[in-house]
């Protein structure tokens, strides 16, 4: 009789874990949809400038928000240029060095490359550039797609705090801040508007260290 | 999402937001695959123990190469030869492990409820079932999930008919759970032998001809059939199974015109599956083994990182 029961009535696996969501306020924007328009039409026109052309030149967008100004980039680069370049996604999170210590694993997000990278020009897309972890990341995903050419980085904002020799080969804006605030890049596509705002933690920080 | 689940003993617990995730993740796992280096850091330094207590070809397999991809050291401990064939307790095997600073404990065993003990006794490791006994197979049920998603998109509303030994099926119970809880509306079939008697409390239907419940399904799910259940009387013969419950052309020419037809593997061919079904169009076999592999590297990635 007992063969035929069907489940076994069980708890669940009881392996529940809550943990405290950090809390930002909105200090003051920086760059309007503007400006924001402004500065990437002004890096579409470097990124050809320095690479003499856009033969060879893939944009790789960093998730979440770097994949939308690559779209920008490479939308502004067809108008101008007349030319369509490859543009894919890239994904960093299971190369991130910090992931054996987060109390959460973080989400995944898509990877995907149009073409081979290999003998390619690779000009990496992110949103901020702030300690230059992500960057290192970014750059051994890329070395396990292939190797190319060059890797080239665009930032919309370079926010300063490096902790690793990282520079950026175009930079949209420069704004120096203390650690204890985010800045916060928004893409229509995502968060209804584009612009750039820096926030701050509520109740202040235990570690904030001013720029 | 915050992923909040340390083991996987059962779906059970399972929200159907958090499946949904779930495959999210399994479908990035999956890009991997198709890399040149197939090889990630993410679980770097972590130690993964096979604890296979029963035969296990594919599943074991794909947890060792999923753990590979995602840079854990994968340690294969099968009944055969270990510990356990020299008469050593469940209880003792346990603190081995603990001692051996195993962060994944996979384990499959013929008793039902083994892997929840072992997940109740270790107290750092996770515990992910790889099947205990009829009771439950939770990422064969993932892995079923999976391919059907990225075969049929959307589950919800979709019609599935689940063929053949039910009764001892722990694919089966698995999958009615997992599949149910996505809004799939699942039929059973098969001798009346091997079927649960409260099919109708697990909220699916029975029907005995196979023809009646494949009839318009998009997912035709055939179990495996172990020969030994003719010597138990429980089937007529071989042929006669395979003439009525066996998957057929036949019998999957009439399913829906999308429908794709499953089978957990290891095959019979002849018996519960011809040949010319299992190679056919209509069948997602092998790319259900392929995610089996990315299903597996999603739930060591989830489960085992972070500071728990």
């Not at chain 2, 397999?61 to 510990?83: M, P, Q, R, T, Y």
């Not at chain 2, 099926?169 to 997992?178: E, G, K, L, Y």
């Not at chain 2, 997912?219 to 057929?248: C, K, N, V």
Request: charged residues 30%.
């Amino acid at each position: 009789m007992g063969e035929r029961l069907f489940f076994m009535t069980k708890k669940g696996d009881g392996d529940v874990t809550a943990k405290p969501e950090k809390k930002w306020s909105e200090k003051a924007t920086v760059l309007s949809a503007g400006d924001m328009e402004r500065i990437l039409r002004r890096i579409a026109v470097e990124i050809v400038e320095r690479n003499k052309g856009l033969e060879n030149v893939i944009l790789l967008g960093i998730q979440r928000r770097g994949v939308y100004l690559a779209a920008r980039l490479r939308e502004m680069l067809r108008e101008g240029e007349k030319v369509k370049v490859p543009t894919g996604e890239l994904d960093i999170t299971l190369y991130r060095d910090d992931i054996s210590t987060l109390s959460d694993q973080p989400v995944v997000h898509s990877t995907s490359v149009p073409c081979d990278i290999s003998g390619k020009r690779v000009i990496l897309v992110d949103d901020v550039l702030f300690t230059g972890r992500t960057v290192r990341a970014a750059l051994d995903a890329i070395t396990d797609l292939g190797r190319p050419e060059r890797v080239q980085l665009v930032v919309l904002v370079d926010r300063g705090h490096r902790e690793l020799p990282i520079a950026a080969d175009y930079v949209g804006k420069t704004i120096p801040t203390s650690r204890s605030e985010n800045v916060e890049v928004r893409v229509t596509e995502l968060d209804g508007n584009d612009s750039v705002v820096i926030c701050e933690r509520i109740g202040g920080d235990e570690d904030g260290v001013e720029a | 999402m915050e992923w909040r689940h340390k083991n996987l003993i059962s779906l059970e617990g399972w929200t159907r937001e958090e499946l949904s995730f779930f495959l999210d993740q399994t479908e990035y796992m999956e890009e991997l695959l198709n890399r040149p280096i197939k090889k990630v850091p993410a679980l770097r330094g972590k130690i993964v123990v096979n604890c296979f207590f029963e035969n296990s070809t594919r599943t074991r397999s794909s947890f060792e190469i999923a753990g590979k991809v995602l840079s854990a050291d994968v340690i294969n401990w099968s009944s055969s030869g270990s510990s356990a064939s020299k008469g050593e307790t469940l209880r003792d095997t346990v603190w081995t492990l603990e001692a051996m600073a195993a962060d994944g404990v996979v384990v499959r065993h013929g008793e039902v409820g083994v892997p929840d003990y072992l997940a109740k006794k270790l107290k750092k490791a996770s515990v992910f079932n790889a099947g205990d006994g009829t009771n439950g197979h939770p990422t064969q049920a993932l892995l079923d999930l999976y391919t059907a998603r990225q075969k049929l998109g959307n589950l919800e509303g979709a019609r599935m008919a689940i063929i053949g030994d039910v009764l001892h099926s722990r694919v089966a119970r698995s999958d009615i759970q997992a599949f149910r809880k996505m809004g799939v509306h699942v039929t059973l079939s098969g001798p009346a032998t091997l079927m649960p008697e409260n099919t109708a409390s697990l909220g699916v239907e029975y029907v005995s001809d196979a023809r009646e419940a494949a009839s318009g399904k998009d997912i035709l799910y055939f179990l495996r059939m172990q020969r030994e259940r003719q010597e138990d009387g429980l089937i007529p013969s071989i042929d006669e199974y395979h003439r009525r419950w066996g998957a057929t052309d036949s019998l999957v020419s009439l399913a829906s015109p999308r429908a794709v037809v499953m089978h957990p593997g290891p095959m019979n061919r002849g018996m519960e599956i011809a040949s010319s079904v299992a190679d056919g169009p209509r069948s997602v076999i092998l790319e259900q083994v392929r995610s089996g592999v990315a299903v597996r590297m999603a739930l060591l990635y989830l489960c085992l990182g972070g500071v728990r």
